[in-house]
């Protein structure tokens, strides 16, 4: 946690986002309201109307920049150096900021407080949601919203939790039908599937009997249940997602560029004080007026003047440093965030979190993708299980299952162990992988009941079955395996499955058909399928019911260690009997995704929680590992193991192949932090890299290592499941997949897709598109700035760079904000230079072409030249007197010299736009007009220095020359250098043409 100041002061206001984690456990009394707990009101908006000035401020001033422009504001008030007659012109651009950022951040707010108020003001069982209080009986009719975390009683149901966690499929939830005379809760806590208490101190409590605030309920008859949890401490308000602040590869560069031009601007002004103090020391005989030839002026006076000085040319040079900079590139990324929601290329559910991030959507090196949902569909279908010696392939016409007594104990493994719930006919789950295998054999003919707590088989209404469950310990990412207890036949077994890394070493050693079933369960995951493996024991009633006592006594102390220990000690040494292959369905054009990724020079990393074997399988149907693809498994060798492995495979293949590393999570436990930054550059070097078997944990641990070792490479992650967020949040750009694993990848996800195919779209058009229009923007920014504030210098030379000022105070401050700002932004909203995807081009972002160090200088050496042109031709041609006696003053030749400043700034966008729109057209006309209007304004205040000036002006012939042939000699540098650098293309793609002709005549 961040312990600045400024996150101190947010604290303050908001509270820390880690306060559940001191909240005690509970205990309530059913039917009694306990007002010393939170009511169920809920408010997600940022500001109240006592906190919205003083937070507001405080997140404003925390920009560096506004602070930087504060400070001028300041000086600009100190009399010694002030070039604006004490005023501070600064703060009139930066009030204009504060307060259009201010407005911005109310209606923002706005919105979030009536979204809040309908929601606290909704009618739940009579009452006002928002007066809802922990203890109280609540009454919820069906399909109506859950409206706090809340303990079900007398009748089970089923909810649905897409607002949770994305998933249509309808959840069972069982009741409480105990009398109850108090509950026991653990704390408040954001795990959507923990929860631990228990009911009067005797019956434990777990995840099945809690309904949610956000879930819907689904049953046909009202339900019934008493407030756990309220408010901001319900779980799906524990889990709102604050993401990281993230800084853009761009906004990095443009920060190195910034402290480069401050550190040249402070030379310039060291430079022009130098000149001016020693002139002054020179010159001190011809200034009997200033008294310099006094005995008491020393040296100290001089050094005070030489202060002076630099203070001066500070304040006259300060918009080196654009204000309009960040307020501009904002606009423009949201509207182009606009654009992207809207391309009908992106789909429907296309969300933009973070327009801040839309220039890194054009810098991708690197990706970093989950399997399941995201290269894959996460739409399971049954292809082949094995039982026995029973090898089912249902993709064969011959393949025929037959159920007989002597098959049914293995047959029911695959039927019953799973968290399913019986409802009219209907089975429901909320795995898809268990569906997949339920709807196979219901297909079969086989029918499933519930009657309380037994299940009734029924095969082909031949064959009949009542079989009671006694105990269910689900399935959790960290244990990767669930298992059930049924009593079948008088007997009373464990089922149990999982994946192939926790099953095998929970079996006997040797049994009848392990190796047979191991065999083909790793042909099942080579062919790309995800494999679970089935296994069972038979238990000792008295021993299980003293398990079973032990177990739910540790549950009631929510001791994880020692449940941990006594799930281990029950599903032990079990019989191996059968493995199942789900075949999960590629992504929508995944294949042809993920070519025009690496033909944009994109290199791809799949990271997953299946077996390797699985893994390498889909890397080869989606193409991340060809036929000329050599993998490499890493499973426990050193690393030092690993790099012979890659270097011998290098030299021994001859270029034919290439080079794939297939890693096992495993291995990153076992390594030093210097082994795992070797491997990580070892497998940057090869063609295709899979991480399996990785936990939630490690995926983010890969993506962090991996910037660390190239900090100078852009990343992206992308995932559709909530073990997909460490690694979407740690990435520079989070991307989650609107799936069927839930929304909290999306949520917390810096932009949201429907689909991994629009990537493509996504990175290749709008985010090339977004850099290069960007960086343009900045780099103008510096430009016409450079281009009107130069002039002041040149002018230098003729006043001993006595800091005297050319331009009028007020004039001077609105180039930015009235007469340049518009015409960058339409812009960097609408140019587009390729419409369509084009990989090829993609490369200028990733090698950062577009904004260097090389294109900055650049750019500011043509304002440079550009102003030269303009200050000199002004200067020397206007030094005359008119007719009527009319002398082209300073003032004068200042605002004939910053008009043509405005007419060069804003015709450059034309030239660099690649379409020109009407909307430009129009916007660069009001740039003039407002101009225009501003100068007559002034120019009709009696006492004011421009009194007068815009009529003298507009008479003389020799203005409308001057300002029609400097510009136009300023604009040629543009005009010619675009013609330069379209002459290069041309030579070059000539030069490409006969290099392609002479090989193949070689060829021939």
């Known amino acids: 946690m961040k312990n600045t100041f400024f996150h101190k002061i947010k604290r303050f206001f908001r509270g820390s986002p880690n306060e559940w984690k001191n909240l005690p456990k509970r205990v309530i009394h059913p039917g009694q309201a306990d007002i010393l707990l939170p009511n169920n009101k809920v408010i997600t908006s940022k500001y109240t109307i006592f906190t919205f000035l003083p937070l507001n401020m405080v997140e404003q001033f925390s920009k560096m920049a506004n602070i930087y422009f504060l400070i001028v504001g300041i000086l600009q008030m100190i009399p010694a150096i002030t070039v604006s007659d004490g005023l501070p012109t600064e703060y009139t651009p930066l009030v204009v900021i504060v307060i259009a950022t201010a407005i911005k951040d109310l209606l923002e707010d706005l919105q979030r407080h009536k979204a809040d108020r309908k929601e606290n003001n909704t009618i739940i069982s009579g009452k006002k949601s928002q007066e809802i209080r922990v203890g109280e009986y609540i009454r919820i009719n069906p399909n109506e919203q859950i409206p706090a975390d809340i303990l079900l009683l007398n009748q089970e149901c089923f909810v649905e939790t897409s607002q949770l966690d994305g998933e249509t499929t309808l959840k069972p939830k069982q009741p409480i039908i105990e009398n109850i005379e108090f509950i026991e809760a653990a704390g408040p806590n954001p795990y959507l599937y923990q929860f631990s208490g228990s009911i009067n101190g005797q019956k434990p409590l777990n995840e099945h009997n809690l309904l949610l605030r956000g879930s819907c309920l689904k049953s046909l008859d009202p339900i019934d249940g008493i407030v756990i949890y309220t408010g901001h401490q319900t779980k799906i308000l524990l889990n709102s997602h604050n993401p990281r602040g993230k800084v853009t590869k761009m906004q990095q560069v443009m920060n190195r560029l910034i402290l480069y031009l401050f550190i040249g601007q402070w030379l310039l002004c060291i430079f022009c004080a130098s000149y001016f ?19 008491e002026v020393t040296a100290l006076l001089y050094f005070s003047s030489f202060c002076q000085s630099v203070g001066n040319w500070f304040l006259l040079f300060v918009n080196f440093v654009p204000i309009s900079l960040m307020l501009t590139l904002e606009m423009i990324r949201l509207f182009q965030a606009y654009f992207i929601i809207k391309d009908p290329e992106m789909g429907q559910n296309t969300k933009v979190q973070s327009s801040n991030l839309n220039d890194d959507l054009g810098q991708i090196n690197h990706i970093f993708s989950d399997k399941t949902g ?34 049914i104990i293995y047959l029911l493994q695959f039927i019953l162990c799973n968290d399913i719930k019986v409802k009219n006919g209907n089975v429901l789950s909320s795995s898809s992988d268990e569906m997949a295998l339920i709807n196979y054999f219901l297909n079969q003919g086989l029918q499933i009941a519930e009657d309380g707590k037994n299940y009734l088989i029924n095969i082909n209404n031949e064959i009949y079955y009542r079989i009671e469950k006694v105990y269910l310990i689900p399935f959790s990412s960290d244990r990767k395996r669930m298992s059930i207890v049924l009593r079948f036949q008088e007997k009373l077994y464990i089922f149990c499955k999982g994946a192939d890394s926790v ?40 021993e299980f019911a003293e398990w079973l006592e032990i177990y739910e006594k540790t549950m009631i102390q929510q001791d994880e260690q020692m449940l941990d220990k006594l799930q281990n000690q029950l599903e032990t040494n079990l019989i191996l009997s059968g493995a199942s292959g789900v075949e999960d369905i590629l992504s929508e054009h995944v294949q042809e995704t993920i070519v025009e990724l690496q033909y944009a020079n994109i290199q791809i990393w799949m990271i997953t929680g299946d077996a390797y074997a699985t893994a390498k399988g889909v890397a080869q149907k989606i193409g991340l590992m060809t036929l000329r693809s050599k993998s490499i498994l890493v499973e426990h060798q050193t690393i030092s193991e690993i790099e012979s492995l890659v270097f011998d495979s290098e030299k021994n293949i001859s270029n034919q192949y290439d080079i794939s ?23 940057k070097e090869c063609q295709c890299v899979i991480f399996s078997r990785v936990s939630p944990k490690q995926k983010r641990e890969i993506v962090e290592l991996f910037q660390k070792c190239f900090p100078n490479l852009c990343t992206l992650a992308i995932g559709d499941g909530a073990n997909d967020v460490n690694m979407i949040t740690e990435a520079n750009v989070g991307i989650g997949v609107c799936g069927v694993e839930g929304l909290q990848a999306a949520r917390a996800s810096d932009y949201a897709i429907p689909l991994f195919k629009c990537l493509q779209q996504l990175l290749l058009f709008h985010g090339r598109e977004c850099y290069r229009r960007n960086t343009q923007v900045v780099t103008y920014n510096f430009y016409k700035n450079v281009l009107y504030l130069i002039p002041q210098f040149w002018f230098g030379l003729y006043s001993q760079f006595s800091a005297q000022s050319i331009y009028d105070f007020y004039v001077f401050q609105c180039y930015n904000f009235m007469f340049t700002s518009l015409p960058i932004i339409v812009y960097g909203v609408f140019d587009i230079k390729f419409n369509d995807t084009m990989p090829n081009k993609y490369k200028f972002g990733q090698e950062g072409r577009y904004l260097n160090f090389k294109v900055f200088i650049l750019s500011l050496l043509e304002g440079v030249y550009q102003s030269l042109i303009i200050f000199f031709f002004c200067f020397y041609f206007l030094n005359t007197s008119s007719s009527n006696g009319f002398e082209y003053g300073l003032l004068v030749q200042g605002q004939i010299i910053f008009f043509i400043c405005i007419i060069v700034a804003n015709t450059k966008i034309l030239l660099l736009s690649h379409q020109i729109q009407v909307l430009q057209i129009i916007i660069q006309i009001l740039s003039y007009v407002s101009y225009i209007c501003t100068i007559l304004i002034f120019n009709n205040v009696v006492e004011y220095q421009l009194y007068g000036v815009l009529q003298e002006i507009l008479t003389q012939g020799i203005t409308y020359i001057i300002v029609l042939l400097v510009s136009y000699l300023s604009i040629s540098v543009i005009i010619y250098q675009k013609k330069y650098q379209l ?20 060829t021939l």
């Not at 002459?983 to 070689?1002: D, G, R």
């Open 277 to 295: 103090t020693i002139a002054l020391s020179i010159k001190k005989q011809d200034l009997d007026y200033l008294y310099l030839n006094q005995p």
């Open 374 to 407: 995201t290269l894959t569909a996460n739409q399971m279908t049954l292809r082949q299980y094995i039982f026995k010696n029973q090898n089912i392939d249902l993709q064969r016409e011959d393949s025929q299952l037959i159920f007989n007594e002597e098959n």
């Open 503 to 542: 099953i095998v070493s929970r079996t006997q050693s040797s049994t009848n058909y392990q190796d047979n079933i191991l065999s083909s369960s790793q042909t099942f995951a080579n062919q790309g399928l995800r494999v679970l493996l089935f296994s069972y024991k038979e238990l000792d009633e008295s």
């Open 661 to 683: 590393l297939v890693i096992l999570g495993k291995i990153l436990i076992d390594y030093t932090m210097e082994d795992k930054f070797r491997l990580i550059k070892l497998a």
């Open 983 to 1002: 002459f290069k293309k041309l030579k070059k793609a000539q030069v490409s043409q006969s290099t392609a002709i002479n090989a193949s005549l070689i």
